[in-house]
């Protein structure tokens, strides 16, 4: 009886582990179709841009058509048109019903804590460039001739005298305070150098006549100007453009005071979360033609490309300058920022970016990802929505790291180039100059090499030796457009975390408030005509009321 009973125990006992076996491979398989689900965006966007690489290096060799090319490149076109009509009604939305959520005192907190850690870590980013390009020195000064003339036509450096540090300031206040709101949203203030109309002849020897038409800027890039024989003025002129810093200033000012009318504005703060929603769900779309998008714009890109092999040889040590500067910031410093101030794995906030990461990379612009960036910062990483929609759009225009990187390394590899030696004055003014001028960059594709004549300038460097770059900045771009990405990012992961109590005094305010402020105004009749409060997620007490009827 007791062996009976033991074999029996040992049966059951068997068939429990086989149970438990098959559960756990049940799980596990689970896990692993649960890991793809999460992750199948990412992964069909990885493979979007290993696609576009192979497709792009394998036709090179082929010697492509104008027209197949074209062809090659245009649903890229289409992916990045369908991105950029999104930013604007998305930055508007988020920055008016952002702000509009919060009081005006946490809105100057919040907007304090973001433009010094912009500030910080633009100055970090300048610094680790300044040291990295001081002890690699990538320039060498064979490399000046060593680049084919045709890889540097059309380049605009020598068209027209360079605007200074003080004219890229006084731009960035005249974009910030726009006098048309309507015209910020087509156009952005720019100064630029026109030669002065004199009698005479000009520097490349063309006769001016009293009846010559006025001299424009689109007529400086058409010549070829002499600094020596003329004289300089300038002018205050609009390019094609959004003014993003004018229109994020607007939306920030309308939707702090929004905020503060009460009911009134009730309806205009749900107007514009409505857009936020249905531009988050276009978003969603969107994300879906990522690959094809992806791929195209880089396969284009590559084949477009002159010499590719030539130009990365000959200036391989400037960008891999860059590239390990990159590196450094985003999986070194970053991370001991985010875990300094939040005590969290940092790897796990930096994989859960990784699609925005690529979309940036692959547009080489920090606007065309914001729509993606804001679904991954809000629905997977779980950050505050009322935090996102102040500091994402704020840092797609002002924070730009890898540009304040870029600048630095740049400025001090021309000048090793040109056999320059740079005294410890102008390595500070390098530092100085290239977080300045970063601050005042466009989130535009190339934006960099404009504001690189900024520092070149400050250190009397060459500044015909920027031509250069021209050749390999597609792919320079790429890669310091992430570290500008990630920056906004871990920018909104702190200030979320530095503003945890105004944030939650804010939610219990907001909750009092909507509960005083029920009346007729915030109510609509059900089917039995009663009121019903028109905030979701509320609750309101119906009382009628009997009126005495009057006898008169």
Known sequence: MAQSQQSFLKQEGGQLSREDTLLKMADHRSNWRRALADNKLILITLSGVLLGVIIGFTFRPLGLSSDSLMLIAYPGELFM???????LPLVIASLISGSSSLNAKLNGKIALRTFVYFLTTSLLNAILGTILALIIHPGNPTAEGAVQPELLRDTPLNKAKTVSLMDSVLDLGRNIFPDNIFQAALQQAHTVYVPKEMPGTLGNGTELSQTSAPVTSSSVNLMEWSEQNVEWTRIVEYRSGTNSLGIVFFCLVFGTLLGTIGRKGYVVVQFFSAIFDVI???????????????SSVIAGKILSVDDVGFVMTQLAWFIFTIALGVFLYQWIILQA???LFLRKNP???YLGLVQPILTGFATASTAAALPLTFRCMNERLKIDSRITRFVLPIGCNINMDGTALFIAVASIFIAQMSNMTLNVGQVVTVVLTSTAASMSSASIPSAALVLLLIALSAID???NNATLLFAIDWFVDRIRTTNNLLGDCYAAAVVEHLSRNELNISDIDAYYKDDDITSDDQCEQDVNGKRKLSFPNSVILNVEVSTPVSNT
Do not use: E, S
Request: aromatic share 16%.
């Open 337 to 339: 920022i985010y875990f």
């Open 347 to 349: 790897f796990r906030f």
């Open 81 to 87: 048109r369908v991105l950029k009509l999104m930013i």
């Open 280 to 294: 988050m769900k276009m978003v969603t779309g969107v994300m879906w033609l990522t690959p094809i998008g992806i």
């Open 461 to 463: 460097a060459p500044i």
